[in-house]
């Protein structure tokens, strides 16, 4: 069973799409620290609140070194200081996380990094999803998630759409 750590966009913005089930299906079993499940619980006013433990594939896990944490906290948030601390900590398989300043720091550590067009691909490839250009256009329009046009090409480009 393949095991990885997110942070909150990608669990966002899979709800937002229904599609939150493809994560067990990718991956088995995915763990999010609990400053993760706090924001999903407790998010701005214009993102529904999801509670995290109610989902069967989910598991909420404290990372246990935080003074790590506190080092990733100068450069990133809570939520992805204590993603990448429990990936690095469990040796994650990969690091669910989007923006960018955070996935350079995973990179930095050596952590595998995979954001959301990267598990739409790979639903994609695996035959979950059969399109993935109107998923991407509602993340754009609704969620208003930041796609560079270079990046969608080229996702839409290894999608074959």
Do not use: W
């Amino acid at each position: 069973m393949v095991v990885v750590v997110s942070d909150t966009s990608p669990i966002r913005a899979l709800a937002h799409l229904r599609l939150l089930d493809i994560l067990s299906e990718l991956f088995g079993e995915v763990l999010v620290p609990q400053a993760v499940a706090e924001e999903l619980l407790h998010p701005p006013s214009r993102f529904e609140s999801l509670d995290v433990e109610s989902l069967r594939y989910v598991r909420v896990r404290h990372p246990s070194n935080q003074q790590r944490v506190r080092e990733l906290q100068a450069e990133i948030d809570a939520g992805e200081a204590e993603a990448l601390a429990l990936a690095e900590e469990i040796r994650a398989e990969a690091v669910l996380i989007d923006e960018a300043v955070g996935r350079n720091v995973a990179l930095r550590m050596g952590l595998p990094v995979l954001g959301t067009l990267g598990i739409l691909l790979q639903a994609k490839r695996r035959g979950i999803c059969q399109e993935i250009r109107p998923l991407l256009d509602e993340l754009q329009h609704q969620l208003h998630f930041y796609i560079s046009p270079g990046l969608r090409h080229e996702v839409l480009h290894q999608a074959g759409e």
